[in-house]
């Protein structure tokens, strides 16, 4: 076995030719099946990261390579610089981890970094190198580009799903963007902003599932939240806030106008500095009764409180903030794109535009 | 009285848990055993952990020790340390989750004692929400059954939506019955106080995801369907080893045997998920109709020959795992000269149009070397051995083995040529692993059939008829065994049992596979 193979196994990053990617990988397991010992080399997805910037880049892999344990997949992470020099080169490597009883299960990782005109061959190098038969999800690390559309069109070709993190944001304009190419291209888009909601979207649902509850979503009337944000002049922290209040617009069959406004409701914000971000609190008034779920992050949980003339006992949710890597695995572990994110994002734009306006 | 379907909650649209059960009082016969322990508040504090039940969902434990409420909850946190999935224990779930965690002491036979859990049930309705919604978990010996289901009529605490009331559901731990008629009395027992749908019979080997799994490959799978017949399929082989013996369970096992414990309700409903013709929904009714077409389609013992069919067996002292361990007689509270049957090996038959004459092996055993259940489908042969004349080729059957615990998961055998100048053959695995594929650690089976309870789905529960159909056609069988002078063959602790089992199936021309 070659040094540089023994290295990819052990998880190095070890430089190959461009035009034979496929074949130093296939010759890496070969010599795992034979020298190595109960190694499974395991896929669920191709997962394909953009990176603009050598940190980016690092970034990515590190947070791929862990989400790669709990969702086996091909990893390309691709670093792009049409103004750099016009050279490409190529690395793999292996994300191992023990699965117990002394078995390995490994995912394969490619990183390749293109600059000049070598950019333009990045696109079908990758869509050579995607394993058939395996949805591609696509993440777009940090800000979303807004030139070169044709370039994120001939990525985003084979893709099932694009993911950014709208936390990274500038404006609403950028979410208008995400909204586009779900719109305008097969690729139905998914921000980890929305995935982060999960819990605090479950803990509002628990507040509607007793019988009794069900029916006062359509008298909402008022909906507060408050949240933490480090930098409280970010769009992108606000995003999470947004969604929030958008979905529960959504769902309870309300509609947000042009200029942002939403008849018979009162929808507030606030964002508090804090060293970490986060939503707090949401209060919803409804006729006859009203509900607050509050996070306690000491205790790590939400707690839900109906008051009114309802008997419903506090309830108690487990949460965390989530780390990116785990944010990417509840995300491909769901076999589609959550359809309702295209449901509230135009909402969430009409909000943040008006917001922005004031 | 006709019930008025609610709306759906629109904010769970897209959540993974789109359905959630109404909160409702959950009362466990037999607090105070071992399965309330090992098993359910353990996978009941599961739930409350990884937020599937509902706000006010509350737990009664019931049961004759003279605990209180505090006692109890600090026992049963000891539990969830040690047996929950999702240990060790959580400080700000605990505390949630005790909040609706009471104790009721009584004795099952006492009508005063239910007087005082209906008066804690009737309080957690005002102060909790349960909404008069009743579920009795009955984890107690059968014997207890009559007495408790009687009580419940008579003190007025069963109650059902299509009289008018919120609804009330029961909840049967195997074994259901010791023979066909106990079976039948008990269900008799059974529908003079419940309906038949308020009736949940648990068998935990249909909480496993690997078994649910069954009907996902089957029937969400294009390419297995055409070939699930007896034009490509050879025969089929049912393994379910463990390497433990009876622990402490002898009096119980002494009256029940290997067959009464595994085959009549673990394997049929493996047997019966294999077997069955597609249903026609996904829906309680539709997946059991099918089931017990095939429990029913199962070919008689031949009489007076039911040896070339059925081969018992018995452990002697042996070594499992590399520790010695002794015979069955020698265990504890069994008797030294017990007939009683750890192992069993069938060969059974499913009369009907798609399986005519296509055999299933069966076996289940104790002390056997290691513990694994595993079903493998074994195919015919290619039609035209091409390759016979070629050197160095031995064609061997494909087998498609799902391996339902532990290490989870699906392979298929087939051959392929061996790289090189000539043509030799090898067969060669495809392999799918959950534990590879999905990482996490799947839910335990007595999780997911709480929750289906709650949500009053009895697709994963045992019917009535089902239960009945599997005795009537064990039964005949276990009567032979009983009357017979002959003993279980004997079979070494840390062996695949008796030598009359292999011998069984090798006399068609085939063996067992080595799980």
Redesign the interface.
């Known amino acids: 076995m070659s040094d540089n193979i023994r290295d990819a196994i052990a998880g190095e990053e070890v430089r190959v030719d461009y035009n034979s990617i496929e074949q130093t990988l296939a010759e890496l397991w070969r010599i795992e099946k034979t020298e190595g010992e109960a190694v499974t080399r395991a896929a669920l997805w191709n997962v394909v990261a953009h990176a603009s910037s050598s940190e980016h880049h690092t970034s990515a892999s590190e947070i791929l390579g862990r989400a790669s344990i709990a969702v086996p997949q091909r990893t390309i992470v691709i670093r792009t610089n049409p103004e750099g020099p016009p050279e490409m080169a190529a690395w793999i490597s292996a994300n191992c981890h023990l699965l117990g009883a002394g078995k390995q299960v490994c995912s394969e990782e490619i990183s390749i970094v293109a600059g000049g005109d070598r950019v333009e061959r990045v696109p079908p190098l990758v869509h050579a190198l995607l394993i058939p038969d395996m949805p591609v999800a696509f993440w777009w690390v940090g800000d979303l580009p807004h030139e070169n559309e044709a370039y994120v069109r001939s990525l985003l070709g084979p893709a099932d799903r694009l993911i950014v993190d709208s936390v990274h944001f500038d404006s609403p304009e950028d979410l208008g963007l995400v909204q586009r190419t779900g719109e305008r291209t097969s690729t139905p888009p998914a921000d980890l902003n929305w995935v982060r909601l999960d819990e605090w979207r479950a803990a509002a649902a628990s507040v509607f599932d007793p019988p009794s509850m069900r029916g006062r979503l359509k008298t909402l009337r008022e909906i507060r939240i408050i949240a933490n944000v480090t930098d409280i002049a970010y769009f992108g922290e606000s995003v999470e806030a947004l969604y929030l209040a958008s979905w529960l617009v959504a769902q309870a069959g309300m509609g947000v106008d042009d200029s942002g406004n939403i008849p018979d409701l009162s929808c507030t914000f606030e964002f508090r500095p804090a060293d970490t971000r986060g939503i707090l609190r949401v209060d919803l008034e409804m006729d006859g009764s009203s509900a607050a779920i509050e996070r306690h992050p000491e205790r790590c949980v939400l707690t839900t409180n109906v008051d009114g003339q309802l008997n419903v006992p506090e309830a108690l949710l487990r949460t965390s903030r989530k780390k990116v890597d785990e944010l990417i695995v509840r995300e491909l572990k769901q076999p589609e794109s959550d359809r309702l994110l295209m449901k509230v994002l135009p909402s969430a734009i009409r909000i943040a535009r008006r917001r922005s306006a004031a | 009285m006709t019930t008025v379907a609610?709306?759906p909650?629109?904010?769970?649209?897209?959540?993974?848990?789109e359905r959630?059960p109404?909160?409702s009082c959950l009362v466990i016969f037999g607090a105070s055993g071992d399965l309330t322990h090992r098993k359910l508040l353990p996978a009941l504090y599961s739930l409350a952990?990884?937020?599937l039940l509902?706000?006010?969902q509350t737990i009664i434990g019931f049961a004759r020790p003279d605990y209180g409420d505090e006692a109890f909850r600090a026992d049963i946190r000891k539990a969830c340390n040690e047996f929950a999935r999702t240990k060790p224990v959580?400080?700000?779930?605990w505390?949630?989750f005790a909040?609706?965690l009471f104790y009721v002491q009584g004795d099952f036979t006492e009508p005063e004692a239910y007087n005082r859990l209906n008066q804690k049930l009737t309080e957690c309705d005002?102060?909790?929400?349960t909404?008069g919604r009743r579920i009795y978990y009955l984890a107690v010996p059968p014997n207890f059954f009559p007495v408790i289901a009687e009580l419940l009529g008579a003190e007025g605490m069963v109650t059902d939506p299509e009289r008018g009331g919120p609804y009330t559901r029961v909840i049967i731990e195997k074994p259901f019955g010791h023979d066909l008629a106990t079976a039948r009395e008990l269900n008799r027992v059974a529908v003079t106080t419940f309906r038949e749908r308020q009736v949940f019979r648990i068998d935990h080997y249909l909480g496993k995801e690997t078994v649910q799994n069954l009907l996902v490959l089957r029937f969400a799978n294009g390419i297995f369907e055409p070939f699930w017949n007896r034009q490509y399929i050879d025969h089929v082989q049912l393994t379910v080893a463990e390497s433990i013996g009876v622990e402490k369970r002898g009096p119980y096992f002494e009256s029940a045997g290997i067959a009464r414990d595994i085959i009549q309700n673990h394997m049929m409903q493996l047997l019966s998920l294999v077997a069955m013709e597609p249903p026609v929904a996904f829906e309680a009714d539709a997946v059991r109709d099918e089931k017990v077409k095939v429990v029913r389609a199962l070919r008689d013992f031949p009489a007076g020959h039911e040896s070339s069919s059925a081969v018992r067996g018995q452990y002697t002292a042996g070594s499992v795992l590399g520790e010695a361990v002794p015979g069955y007689r020698q265990e504890e509270r069994v008797s030294p000269t017990s007939r009683v049957e750890t192992y069993a090996a069938m060969k059974v038959f499913v009369d009907n149009w798609r399986w005519a004459d296509v055999p299933f092996y069966l076996r289940a055993g104790k002390r056997l070397p290691k513990r694994v259940t595993d079903i493998s489908i074994h195919f015919r042969p290619a039609p035209y051995p091409l390759f016979k004349k070629v050197a160095g080729v031995r064609t061997q059957p494909n087998v498609l083995a799902i391996r339902i615990q532990p290490d989870e998961g699906i392979a298929l055998k087939f051959d392929s040529k061996v790289p090189g100048p000539t043509v030799r053959t090898a067969p060669v695995t495809m392999e799918f692993?959950y534990?590879?594929?999905f990482?996490?650690e799947p839910p335990e089976a007595y999780e997911r059939l709480l929750l289906e309870t709650m949500l009053g789905d009895s697709t994963l529960f045992a019917r009535r008829d089902e239960v009945e159909t599997a005795w009537a056609w064990l039964d005949p069988l276990l009567h032979v065994w009983e009357e017979s002078p002959e003993p279980p063959d004997p079979y070494p602790a840390g062996t695949w049992g008796p030598p009359s089992a292999d011998a069984m199936i090798e006399r068609d021309g085939r063996r067992w596979r080595r799980p």
Do not use: F, I, M, W
Request: glycine share 18%; aromatic share 0%.
């Open positions: 609610l709306e909650n629109p904010l769970r649209e897209g959540l993974e848990q959630v109404d909160a952990h990884d937020g509902p706000a006010g959580d400080d700000a779930v505390e949630n909040k609706g005002r102060t909790r929400g909404g692993r534990a590879t594929s990482g996490a």
